[in-house]
């Protein structure tokens, strides 16, 4: 079955297929503007299709806008994200288990729920977990969805608004003229088009750098693991053990949580995915962190790659040259923020700035004196 053609031109292109790239083509697509997605693969077939599925990042600006969105996105989207409200952290060591309680002062003191669970609330609530367990938090905001089922229903939703998708179609370089980009080369052709995303993970910085743009990121190898089902929780939103992931509603225990490898990567993506000796090591973690499912066998495992930035927080941004392309990197946070970052960078690229939120802090130009050697200097070279 041949690809479809390239289209000749669209309002906007994005570039990249994760996550990221098509919550923002339908936030686009839904203020009525002509959209065509670009990806070197198929839809979240990197990490926005294979994390934690956790939608509770407290600390990012966006924070407020992902809590407001995700109740209502099965409803928008008009197809399943598996959403379920909701958060726990579960401790086996006392350091942490302050360290977590303290960030739980701190989301009460900004409004948002969070309960101090002792170690016999913590195993009424987890029950996979035992007495080694010190105790915990309950946030009762925040909570999970289904990474898979979220990039489809995200595709679909573009879809039914008229938005297109070409997958197995790469961008080869971006074509500018009088200070903006006009248009993008891809192997079925050249698509113009009146503004640019950039949204293409690790392959980011290397498509803009041809623009004269800086995008500093660093490639890092990723790896989860999924084991048989185990009884179903009531919250399947469980991280701890330095672990971070969520029972599916099948009862398989879908769990991530470094070290990274840094790893080198070409335009295509990496030369191998290969599972290393990581996986043994999640395991073990999360047989530790729950322990009544310690006799579950691991049925499969991911090794992918995540973009970090320097500091690690995402950027996005509205460039000034050329002044019609967006660029956004989510520095392995991506998927819970996607209903937030699709409508900044929706915002973005219609009104140069963000409606919702101050999100100068994301801006490219805090990298403006970043070393020459910052990977070198931090330890993150391959």
């Known amino acids: 079955m041949s690809e479809p053609a390239a289209p000749k031109g669209a309002s906007v292109i994005v570039i990249g297929a994760g996550v990221t790239g098509l919550s923002a083509a339908w936030w686009l697509a839904r203020s009525g503007l002509d959209v065509v997605v670009l990806d070197k693969g198929i839809v979240g077939w990197e990490a926005s299709g294979r994390n934690g599925g956790g939608a ?77 367990c010190l105790g915990g938090i309950h946030l009762r905001f925040g909570g999970h969805a289904n990474p898979q089922r979220t990039v489809q229903a995200y595709a ?18 971006i074509v500018t003229a009088g200070g903006k980009v006009v248009a993008v080369e891809t192997p079925r052709g050249r698509i113009a088009c009146d503004a640019l995303v950039v949204a293409a993970g690790p392959q980011s910085g ?21 084991t048989e089902p185990a009884p179903l929780m009531t919250i399947g939103g469980v ?56 006799g579950l066998n691991v049925i499969r495992s991911w090794a992918g790659v995540i973009e970090n930035t320097p500091d690690g927080r995402p950027i996005l941004d509205r460039l000034t040259d050329p002044g019609n392309v967006t660029v956004a990197t989510m520095s392995g946070v991506g998927f819970g923020l ?35 050697d910052w990977c070198e200097q931090r330890g993150w070279a391959a």
């Open 56 to 132: 509770s990042h407290y600390q990012s600006p966006l924070f407020a806008e992902e809590q407001r969105m995700w109740p209502m996105m099965d409803e928008l989207l008009g197809y399943p994200t598996e959403y379920r409200r909701e958060r726990i952290i579960i401790q086996r060591d006392p350091d942490l288990l302050d360290h977590y309680r303290a960030v739980g002062r701190m989301c009460s003191a900004m409004g948002y729920r969070v309960d101090d669970l002792d170690s016999k609330q913590a195993q009424e609530m987890v029950p996979l977990t035992d007495e080694t």
């Open 156 to 173: 679909w939703a573009l879809q039914d608004l008229g938005g297109q998708i070409l997958q197995h179609c790469p961008a080869l370089s």
């Open 206 to 226: 290397m498509l803009l750098a041809p623009l004269g743009v800086d995008f500093p990121l660093a490639s890092a190898r990723a790896e989860m693991i999924v």
């Open 239 to 294: 991280d701890g053990n330095g672990l971070y992931g969520r029972q599916t509603l099948r009862g398989n225990l879908a769990f991530g949580g470094g070290p990274h490898e840094w790893i080198s990567v070409e335009p295509a993506g990496p030369v191998a995915r290969p599972t290393s000796p990581l996986v043994r090591n999640l395991a073990r973690r999360v047989a530790e962190m729950f322990p009544r499912a310690a």
């Open 338 to 372: 996607s209903p937030a970052s699709g409508h900044a960078i929706r915002d973005l690229v219609i009104d140069g700035a963000c409606s919702f939120a101050d999100i100068a802090k994301l801006g490219l130009a805090r990298f403006a004196t970043l070393e020459p």
